[in-house]
């Protein structure tokens, strides 16, 4: 069975930082591609970066380029994102992704199996 267990949401000053973790259990990790993507209240849930299996290429959504890192820990089955320079409107639900083992990090939440329960992050100006 597999499990995402995000951790590290919060309330945050704009400006501040804020480092997500997600840890998985139950799948291939170190094979498998992962990502994280958003849900703001009212709003469709959004694409935010995406790691591949061993962490060679990264991708992020045009909002978050620049100000985001996402980063991974096969030894511990761990996918991180670091968040700098945060503005009102990343405050959002943000949700840890992962895709089947062997295939390649994509853009679309449609091509990810597995999802967490998601860490509220609100950021206040």
């Known amino acids: 069975q597999v499990q995402l267990v995000e951790s590290g949401g919060g309330l945050v000053l704009a400006g501040g930082s804020l480092r997500l973790s997600c840890a998985a259990s139950?799948?291939?990790?170190?094979?498998?591609?992962m990502g994280w993507f958003r849900q703001a209240p009212g709003k469709e849930r959004e694409f935010v970066a995406a790691?591949?299996?061993?962490?060679?290429?990264?991708y992020y959504g045009d909002s978050v380029k620049g100000r985001f890192t996402i980063s991974r820990s096969n030894a511990k089955n761990t996918v991180y994102l670091q968040m700098s320079s945060l503005k009102a409107e990343d405050t959002a639900v943000y949700y840890c992704?992962?895709?089947?083992?062997?295939?390649?990090?994509?853009?679309?939440?449609?091509?990810?199996?597995?999802w967490g329960q998601g860490t509220q992050v609100t950021v206040s100006s």
């Open positions: 992704a992962a895709r089947p083992a062997y295939l390649s990090a994509t853009y679309y939440e449609d091509d990810y199996n597995y």
């Open positions: 139950g799948l291939t990790f170190s094979a498998s591609p």
């Open positions: 790691i591949s299996r061993y962490g060679a290429s990264t």
